[in-house]
């Protein structure tokens, strides 16, 4: 299967449009970003579980990384709330499962097998930053590994414009707000793939949370 699998190529969807497609699970469905591969192939999915579903064991062969954005996701490891970030390396293995139900953004088979680091961020309880110079932004540094980094952002109401490229591409999804830039305006749920050495200034009127991963694309 492939959707979106060109990674040369720029990406918009606004998530809250697609329909939820059933996966293996029962009470398990899912939105499809982009994929290449069969079921255990490079994906980035919404996955919804139904109060009381769960997932069969399954292991990581190319390794996992997933952002709760609402309910509570549970697996050997706890229970994971809103905000959640956790990274499974490569060879990890688990049962994951929802009591109350839960959605969330999840990226498989994307990882560097020599970045074995286990994650587990509450980005609520998180101390985040605020750059130098820039007084309308803070950021939470998430995990780095090699080119790859993979942070929050938060810009206030009015935010301006930073023109930037991004050598090894960029992904974003938007979790509260909406992001413009010189493109397009990104309402909340929107996923973004920016490809290798592109370039934009974005900005934003109302403020926006961001999730952004970058460095990660070829070139």
Known sequence: MKINADL?????IETETLDWVASPAAGVERRMLDRDGAEHGRATTIVRFAPGSEFPPH???GGEEFLVLAGTFSDEDGDFGPGSYVRNPVGTRHT???????TILVKLCQMDPADQDQ???DTNAAAWQRPDGIDDAE????HQFGPETVVMVRLGPGAPAITHDHPGGEEI????GSLIDEYGHYPKGT????PHASVHSP???EGCVLWVKSGHLPD
Do not use: K, Q
Not at 8 to 12: A, I, S
Not at 139 to 142: A, H, Q, T
Not at 173 to 176: D, I, K, N, R, S
Not at 191 to 194: A, G, P
């Open 119 to 121: 994650v587990r961020i």
């Open 173 to 176: 999804l938007v979790l509260e």
């Open 59 to 61: 292991d990581h062969p």
């Open 203 to 205: 900005h934003t009127d």
């Open 139 to 142: 950021f939470l540094i998430l």
């Open 96 to 102: 994951p499962s929802s009591a109350p139900g839960c």
């Open 191 to 194: 996923w973004l793939r920016n």
């Open 8 to 12: 040369n190529e720029r990406v918009v």
